[in-house]
Nanobody, 118 residues
Framework: QAQLVESGGGLVQPGGSLRLSCTAS????????INWFRQAPGKEREGVSC????????NYTDLVKGRFTISRDNAKNTVYLQMNSLKPEDTAVYYC???????????WGQGTQVTVSS
């Protein structure tokens, strides 16, 4: 059974860092992209970043450019989201999702909570 498992969320002070992980298992079809989305309370879900499984090309929303870095380890079927200089407005549940292209999620993980607060 295809599964995506996120980890690494938590409580961090403004200006701090966290690294999220998304590990895929059980996929019987080829997926091309892993995306990170987030959803804050009362807000719509938004795309944060994405990475191509094959060539590693990346994309970011302007809200996180220069602060977040997405990377992959294909041997471990894992994608990482390094989040630096975190702001209170980054507080959200972060989800990873596979898809045929950036900003399009087909299979989703359960999410991990990130809270940025002093």
């Amino acid at each position: 059974q295809a599964q995506l498992v996120e980890s690494g969320g938590g409580l961090v002070q403004p200006g701090g860092s966290l690294r999220l992980s998304c590990t895929a298992s059980g996929f019987t079809y080829i997926y091309y992209v892993i995306n990170w989305f987030r959803q804050a309370p009362g807000k719509e879900r938004e795309g944060v970043s994405c990475i191509s499984k094959s060539d590693g090309r990346t994309n970011y929303t302007d809200l996180v450019k220069g602060r977040f870095t997405i990377s992959r380890d294909n041997a471990k079927n894992t994608v990482y989201l390094q989040m630096n200089s975190l702001k209170p407005e980054d507080t959200a549940v972060y989800y990873c999702a596979t898809g045929p292209r950036c900003w399009y999620g087909e299979h989703w993980g359960q999410g991990t909570q990130v809270t940025v607060s002093s």
